[in-house]
């Protein structure tokens, strides 16, 4: 983004926070093509009514009255598409290395700012909806209701508040001693809901960022994945678990577990399972292929840990393509922040193009980015199409997605629930 964009989108967030304040205007959005998700002909020359937060009227020009007051945005030779929506984001990552040595004695002052700048360019990248899927001290619950009051800038947030991990499994550090056994990890569950989170996480088997447990390994026991899966649905939440093992995966989805994060060595027997039940898939796919090669560089991975990533880089892959020729759920996320760079794009659009690299056609990736996680999170009926009645959650792209995936490199407006976040055209 040039400076001038950046000047402008930055004074169209001032503008667009204080008429939401003032609950004044209503904005039309005229010319531009409504992507259909259902995948019928997109509806060319429309206007987008949006009435405060929300969409009131989706139509052909000259179908849609607006009101003489509406503040009117021409979106001629734009494609519309909904706000899109990562599933896997870490607002606070810390990776080993470089990364890891930086942000040692980090105060809790210091992580809240950094999720919060976090969150402002992930809005900038068009991502208006994202899941952080286990966190750190909580920061990202109070980034969201902060945001939830307007005090802050960011995309909506459904939050797992912190993973549970079991001693010496993903993501623990040696000598200390975490959550064990199924009394402990559902005491640890009702803790994060208690504090707020909609989802808990569980991580069942080795991960890349953890140099011990293999990453195919089912480090947790059917007892415990079944409490957690257990107690959590009782009140209501749902369950994430961060997996590269078929044998770990098998036993979560027995359990009905909601989520599969990565699925780095998913056989077809269990993901035909996962099909059959309806468990979702979140892939994380761009993190162990080329593209993020330059990230791990940049901030500077050591060896076991890119050994790791490069060990299981294509049997992810392969999992990914049958995941996909067998029709299971599967909701983008990224394991990244989504607006970071890869390959010429942001981690959430590399994502998106991998998923047709993989065997999904474009309509399939864009609702995997969109639809597809708000039926997951079950908030369908809120976000992710545009529909009358919905979030104003928007996003314009120079080309026609459904053509090509990569027309979403092309985001140059953002609009989540009736306020301009980003407008590249604005003078």
Known sequence: ??????????????????????????TALVGGTVVDLDGGPALEDA???????????????????????AARIDTSGKWLVPGLMNMHVHLGLVLPGKMAAELAGETD?????????????ILQAGVTTIRTPGDTR??????????????????????????????AGHGSEPGVL??????????????QISLGASWVKILISGGIATDGGAIAEALMTPQEINAVVDAA????????????????????????IDSIEHGYTLDRQVLRKMHKAGTWLVPTIVVSQPATAPFFERIGSPQWYLDRRDSVGK??????????AEDVNIALGTDQLPHEPNDGTTATVREAEYYVEAGMS????????????????????EVGSLEAGKYADIVAVSADPLADIGALRTIDFVMKGGTVYRDDDAS
Do not use: C, N
């Open 362 to 381: 474009p309509l399939e990736a864009l609702r995997a980015a969109t639809i597809e996680p708000a039926r997951m999170l079950g908030a369908d009926g």
């Open 109 to 121: 002052a210091a992580l809240a700012l950094r999720m919060a700048a976090a969150a402002r360019e």
């Open 138 to 167: 909580h920061a990202d619950l109070a980034l969201d209701r902060s945001i939830r009051k307007g005090e802050s800038h960011g995309p909506r947030i459904h939050s797992a508040g912190e993973a549970l991990v079991i001693t």
């Open 315 to 324: 049997l992810h892959w392969e999992a990914l393509k049958t995941a996909i």
């Open 178 to 191: 975490y959550a064990d056994g199924p009394d402990e990890l559902v005491k640890a569950a009702r803790h």
């Open 233 to 256: 649905h009782r009140f209501g939440v749902k369950v994430a678990a961060h997996s590269g093992s078929s044998a770990a995966t098998s036993v979560a989805v027995e359990a009905g």
């Open 1 to 26: 983004m040039t400076t001038r964009h950046l000047l402008s989108a930055l004074l169209l967030v001032t503008q667009g926070v204080l008429a939401s304040a003032a609950g004044a205007a209503v």
């Open 47 to 69: 206007v987008v009514l949006v009435d405060g937060e929300r969409i009131s009227a989706i139509g052909p020009r000259g179908s849609v009255a607006i009101p003489d007051d």
